[in-house]
């Protein structure tokens, strides 16, 4: 059970920094409320407006997470990698040039075709 | 704490020489995929279809170049060819010859996909798959005449998988192609051009199932993994030989593996996707999809039973009798009742899925000296002849039209003989190589088959066989009746004149069934070249 | 530790995602039943890697979740454009093929 012991204590400061930060803004900052403080937080952007009565998302929103899954998860071979680099030498690097120019080859098809356009 | 010392990596060998085909397919299918990105729309239709005419011939090519100098295999009788890509591979007898014959059908289907002529100068594809059907937007991408041509590369990457996927000599590469060779073919049947709603209902259904079927698969290889602590045949064959550790694990491994199997090569119980998805699919793709994903998926489930599972052949041969006698049953019989063409060959091929399971549970492996067919030379003979005689057979589905599109109601097809007989004459020759009537290929193939199984001592199967043959033969002769001996009702069809790409895919399927048919005997002795599995 | 609770809920995750396939009726929910199988596999895959001591199930589990996540994207898609023409997700509406 040692080995959980860092592991634990990483847990217990990571929780520890945020309650503090959280806490300690709330105390210090200032409090002016406006429109755009109390409107929905979309990634700093300016939120899309929403159809009344709670309507269907458009679909843009789905094209958007599916790449985002396919890209992400694709990282998951520079996992083992990562993990060996080093033994590998130049022949792990050659072959992840090789998976990583694959990747990009969906890319290519994707940015061509309007896939990261957002209108 | 101090970390376990690294071994010494020594890189991988991979065996370029043997699997260029399989990188050629690929690297084709990648390209194509550069191409729909940087070309004008204009012009990726023609650059497309070269870049696959040509990337498959290649590839059938370099197919025949490995054929021709594979090795005897070390310590094997009987086997050539070698495990190659530190054991993800194996490049034997069985393996080039499914190749050979799933790029020479997978070059026929794509010139039925390339077919223009028959819609009024654009494809059979959705014009654009993401406008809704009925609506605006799609009458404007038809109107100015706009294609998917994406359907060559997602075709490359099936083509690919399914070369991968007999090849395969590890259950998770094995897993990794059939995922490849599958996720394009649920894509492909959702993108018919016309009767659209029915086409991605067939996309949803067959998605759905086949994601099911392959988590099974994939539980099963888990499994397997669980009992013999490896991934590759060759170590799982030792396991099974051994009989290490508890055998319950290596039954429900087995058994889940068989259902992922089982459901690809459209076996009864594991059939209900195929009258929907072979109807609902445009019928390029269902030709496609009916002759090279069965090859593809008969070598897979060849190659894990006959090498994996070998030394438990006698706790798996009861459960594909039974799963060959009820496909046989269910195939034959429900095809009488169909209505629609489409449909009924779809029946058809699960009977004839059936007829190949029949080879495949007489497991009949021969001996050294011994010069008869076994079982795995009569199913590569087999489905050689049932893939061209399939292509062709839905290629002429694709001529016979009326203002809807394809004609595929069987009311329709009455008297067609009247109209055009060299087309229902055509057709009528597939049927009967499908019925197995003599001079045709169907007849060899199933007469090698059930002699295999015979001396493998399956006679009762070969028995039902037999009797399925006959119901099955009706059905079939159904048909040709109703094209030569009725009348036409009402408007009727019209036989559409297709382009060369159509007439070559028809013309060559026709040579191959009549060569099948009249001179085995060169096919025959290249299926008996192929050996058996190298392990 | 022994390695049969982690293979009795493998197996339960398993059971539990093939029912849901079979009996729920929205296609969304089907496909989260047969994810589900899916990472029931993948902790068999690790249970059975730490069973016999070698990094092959470890492997194994990576190329799973990256196989599931193509399938997420090709069967969304799907799922997605015939949702868009029929207004429903469920599989019992889509039934023009049939017998």
């Known amino acids: 059970m040692d080995l959980y012991v860092p592991i634990l204590a990483l847990g217990l400061l990571a929780a520890g920094f945020a309650v503090f930060s959280v806490g300690v803004s709330a105390f210090t900052g200032p409090k002016r409320y406006n429109r755009a403080r109390l409107d929905s937080y979309e990634c700093g952007i300016e939120p899309t407006p929403q159809p009344a009565g709670g309507g269907r998302f458009p679909v843009k929103y789905f094209i958007t997470a599916m790449l985002f899954i396919i890209f992400d998860i694709e990282i998951i071979f520079l996992f083992p990698f990562a993990v060996a680099f080093d033994v590998l030498a130049w022949y792990g690097v050659v072959e992840m040039f090789l998976f990583i120019l694959t990747v990009f080859i969906a890319y290519a098809y994707v940015w061509r075709r309007g896939g990261l356009e957002w209108d | 704490m101090t970390l376990p010392m690294q071994p010494e990596f020594t890189s991988p060998v991979i065996e370029y020489s043997r699997l260029y085909p399989l990188l050629i397919v690929f690297g084709v299918a990648a390209v194509g995929v550069l191409v729909e990105a940087f070309l004008p729309r204009d012009r990726r239709y023609l650059v497309q279809v070269v870049l696959a005419v040509l990337g498959l011939g290649g590839a059938l090519a370099g197919t025949i170049l490995v054929a021709a100098d594979l090795d005897v295999a070390a310590g094997d009788l009987t086997a050539r060819g070698l495990v190659a890509a530190e054991g993800a591979v194996s490049i034997d007898g069985p393996t080039v010859f499914i190749w050979g014959v799933l790029l020479a059908l997978s070059i026929l289907s794509v010139l039925l996909f390339a077919e223009r002529r028959l819609e009024g100068g654009i494809t059979a594809f959705a014009g654009q798959a993401a406008a809704l059907p009925g609506t605006e937007a799609e009458r404007q991408a038809s109107t100015r005449g706009i294609e998917h041509t994406e359907i060559f590369p997602l075709a490359m990457f099936a083509v690919g998988g399914m070369m991968l996927f007999p090849a395969a000599n590890d259950l998770l590469t094995m897993f990794v192609a059939l995922e490849v060779l599958s996720l394009p073919l ?16 067939a996309a949803v259904k067959y998605f759905l199932l086949g994601a099911f079927s392959s988590a099974f698969f994939l539980y099963g290889i888990a499994l397997v993994y669980g009992y013999a602590g490896t991934f590759t045949l060759a170590g799982i064959d030792r396991a099974v030989t051994d009989r290490v550790g508890g055998q319950n694990l290596l039954l429900a491994g087995m058994g889940l593996m068989a259902v992922g199997l089982l459901f690809k090569v459209s076996a009864a119980p594991f059939h209900a996707w195929t009258p929907d998805v072979y109807q609902g699919a445009p019928t390029a793709v269902t030709a496609f999809m009916a002759s090279c994903t069965k090859i593809a998926a008969f070598g897979a489930l060849l190659r894990v039973f006959f090498v994996g599972f070998g030394g438990a052949q006698w706790d798996w041969r009861p459960m594909m ?3 060959a006698i009820i496909t046989m049953v269910v195939g034959s019989v429900v095809a009488l009742t169909q209505t629609d ?30 010069t008869g067919i076994t079982s795995l030379q009569s ?21 016979v039209r009326d203002a809807g599109g394809e004609a595929t109601h069987l009311s329709r097809w009455a008297g067609l003989g009247k109209r055009s007989p060299l087309l229902a004459g055509v057709f009528a020759f597939f049927l009967l190589a499908f019925a197995g009537i003599p001079m045709t290929s169907g007849f060899i193939g199933k007469w090698s088959v059930f002699s295999a199984a015979w001396s493998g001592g399956a006679w009762p199967l070969v028995v039902v066989a037999v009797v399925m043959s006959v119901v099955a033969a009706f059905f ?19 036989v559409a004149v297709p382009s060369a790409l159509t007439g070559i895919a028809v013309a060559v399927t026709v040579a191959a069934t009549v060569v099948l048919g009249v001179v085995p005997g060169p096919v025959l002795d290249l299926a008996q070249e192929a050996g058996s599995f190298v392990r | 530790m022994s390695a049969t609770p982690f293979l009795t809920l493998s197996a339960l995750l398993f059971t539990i995602g093939a029912v849901g396939v079979l009996v729920r009726r929205n296609a969304i929910v089907v496909f989260m039943c047969v994810e589900l199988m899916l990472n029931a596999t993948n902790l068999a895959f690790v ?15 990576f190329f799973v979740m990256v ?3 193509a399938e997420v994207v090709v069967g969304l898609a799907i799922i997605t454009s015939i949702f868009r023409t029929r207004r429903s997700a469920s599989v019992d509406d889509a039934s023009l093929l049939k017998y």
């Not at chain 2, 649920?186 to 209902?201: D, H, K």
């Not at chain 2, 009924?344 to 399971?357: E, N, Q």
Request: net charge positive; aromatic share 14%; hydrophobic share 55%.
């Open chain 2, 186 to 201: 649920y894509l492909l049947c959702g993108l018919a051009r016309r009767r659209r709603l029915i086409s991605q209902e």
């Open chain 2, 321 to 323: 009798w039974i799963v």
């Open chain 2, 341 to 370: 063409i489409k449909r009924m060959l779809a029946y058809s091929s699960i009977a004839h899925a059936g007829f190949l399971l029949v080879g495949f549970a007489g497991v009949f492996e021969g001996s050294s000296g011994y």
């Open chain 2, 379 to 399: 199913i590569l003979f087999y489905l050689t002849a049932y893939g061209f005689a399939t292509v062709g057979a839905f290629a002429i589905v694709t001529m």
């Open chain 2, 476 to 494: 079939y002769v159904r048909v040709i009746v109703l094209m030569f001996f009725s009348d036409p009702v009402g408007e009727g069809p019209t």
């Open chain 3, 47 to 61: 249970t059975f890697a730490r069973v016999h001591g070698n990094l092959d199930g470890q492997i194994a589990a």
């Open chain 3, 67 to 69: 196989v599931a996540a």
